[in-house]
């Protein structure tokens, strides 16, 4: 089992930044990717980044060059650093963590972005 915390949501107005954390607790080790989601009201949820043990990392077209995701492993922690948000971006972020050998889906409780023109 894998509990996933996120925080750092809020409301910033477009060109501005933000920065999300998730963090992980339970069986760690399992843990073979982490990555961000969204969903805005509406519209399916869309994977926005992910990050693969430490090895790769990848994201949507909408948000390269301007998101980063990386993970610290000693706080197992996964963060979302975003940057020139734009008001497309508005959205609940979800962290997600896939787990052991069949990658079963583990989510986070979400975290409101707001971003005004």
């Known amino acids: 089992q894998v509990q996933l915390v996120e925080s750092g949501g809020g409301s910033v107005q477009a060109g501005g930044s933000l920065r999300l954390s998730c963090a992980a607790s339970?069986?760690?080790?399992?843990?073979?990717?982490m990555a961000w989601y969204r969903q805005a009201p509406g519209k399916q949820r869309e994977l926005v980044a992910r990050?693969?043990?430490?090895?790769?990392?990848n994201y949507a077209d909408s948000v390269r060059g301007r998101f980063t995701i990386s993970r610290d492993n000693a706080k197992n922690t996964v963060y979302l650093q975003m940057n020139s948000l734009k008001p497309e971006d508005t959205a609940v972020y979800y962290c997600?963590?896939?787990?052991?050998?069949?990658?079963?889906?583990?989510w986070g409780q979400g975290t409101q972005v707001t971003v005004s023109s």
């Open positions: 997600n963590a896939k787990v052991g050998l069949i990658s079963t889906d583990y």
């Open positions: 339970g069986t760690i080790a399992s843990i073979m990717s």
């Open positions: 990050e693969i043990s430490g090895i790769s990392t």
